[in-house]
């Protein structure tokens, strides 16, 4: 078990850095919205609709050394990324820095864009709309992203970052 928890930090910590940064500025006009979704679609490894199956260890629960990771379930696949990714299968979705989605309730769906690789990645915010100025921008930004992938967003799913 140590052994797979070391091997998963050393790939996590080779994954490139997310091609967004989360501190960009804001995005304040609906063209600008929807230039940033197709951006984001685009330059994302993955886009699924997943589950959050086993939280990421954050606060209290992180010990030092750890590569805080959530393990979520594939309900679909909008952007392939890769062999052995298809519905019903597991990945892990690490938390590197700040400007990483922290996953933390068992049961939590969202459609997320991923950047890395494997069976390990990373929700970078930036690549998720972080950038969105106002809540009107951000349900274009997510209109768009259903467009792009072609397929509605279901009922239940929750917004990224939603309490």
Do not use: H
Not at 111 to 119: P, S
Not at 122 to 134: K, T
């Amino acid at each position: 078990m140590l052994s797979w928890l070391r091997t998963i930090s050393v790939i996590a910590l080779c994954i490139a850095p997310p091609a967004m940064a989360c501190s960009m500025g804001p995005i304040r006009s609906e063209s600008g919205a929807l230039d940033y979704a197709r951006q984001s679609y685009g330059l994302a490894a993955l886009v699924v609709d997943a589950e959050v199956e086993k939280p990421m260890n954050l606060g209290d629960d992180w010990k030092p050394g750890l590569l805080p990771a959530a393990r979520v379930k594939i309900l679909r696949v909008l952007k392939p990324g890769g062999p052995g990714i298809v519905e019903g299968s597991t990945i892990s979705v690490a938390y590197l820095d700040s400007c990483s989605i922290a996953f933390t309730r068992v049961g939590q769906r969202v459609r997320v864009l991923l950047d890395g690789g494997g069976m390990i990645f990373v929700a970078d915010s930036g690549l998720n709309g972080a950038a969105i100025w106002d809540a009107k921008l951000g349900a274009l930004f997510d209109r768009e992203i259903d467009r792009l992938a072609s397929v509605p967003r279901p009922p239940g799913l929750a917004p990224l970052g939603a309490k």
